[in-house]
T-cell receptor, first 111, second 115 residues
């Protein structure tokens, strides 16, 4: 069963604007969450993470928000740049260390 | 280069043949993971090692799949009697148990095509 869901397969945003990517999960045992970025023919690259004891984590242009009661997290990219065009995966884990991934959202940043 | 490396990057094989992939993790990382990714999906967990011990295997990992990490450094993933459904990207990742870090760092993957 899909424990992590990214319901938007694609997102198109203008350069300089905000990109908001959403992710929902079902397993309340998850205690950390991560976002990865993937270019074609490369492996996923770690972007940013958040522990379940926090509701926000910021790193430069990337901010992740966690709403535990709604089992929802989001990634904000501000401002969006052409190099941000990629597939973004939401992932979640617990003390068994394996990660469960969503199906990904393809972001296209328009000039 | 201190990242995760995988070899080969691409493998084309005929149905029924055996294939073996190699992963070299980041040198100070003691955990190593294998994932499989098919088109339009996110990576799916297959198995993981802490040092040389294989601690968990997904039910996705049929009896035709075997993984080893003999000296707690590099790992191999072997698929015997390949089937067309095995065609996928096989990703390796590594992580450390030190501190509170739980990020996994991925290699570039091995793309397997079974004809």
């Amino acid at each position: 069963d899909q424990q992590v869901k990214q319901n938007s397969p694609s997102l198109s945003v203008q350069e300089g604007r905000i990109s908001i990517l959403n992710c929902d999960y079902t397993n309340s045992m998850f205690d950390y969450f991560l976002w990865y970025k993937k270019y074609p023919a490369e492996g996923p690259t770690f972007l940013i993470s958040i522990s379940s004891i926090k509701d926000k984590n910021e790193d430069g242009r990337f901010t992740v928000f966690l709403n535990k009661s709604a089992k929802h997290l989001s990634l904000h990219i501000v401002p969006s740049q052409p190099g941000d065009s990629a597939v973004y995966f939401c992932a979640a884990g617990s003390n068994d260390y394996k990660l469960s991934f969503g199906a990904g959202t393809t972001v296209t940043v328009r000039a | 280069d201190t990242g995760v490396s995988q070899d080969p990057r691409h493998k084309i094989t005929k149905r029924g043949q055996n294939v073996t992939f190699r992963c070299d993790p980041i040198s100070e990382h003691n955990r190593l993971y294998w994932y499989r990714q098919t088109l339009g999906q996110g990576p799916e967990f297959l198995t993981y090692f802490q040092n040389e011990a294989q601690l968990e295997k997904s039910r996705l990992l049929s009896d035709r799949f075997s993984a080893e990490r003999p000296k707690g450094s590099f790992s191999t993933l072997e698929i015997q009697r390949t089937e067309q459904g095995d065609s996928a990207m096989y990703l390796c990742a590594s992580s450390t148990t030190s501190g509170t870090s739980y990020e996994q760092y991925f290699g570039p993957g091995t793309r397997l095509t079974v004809t």
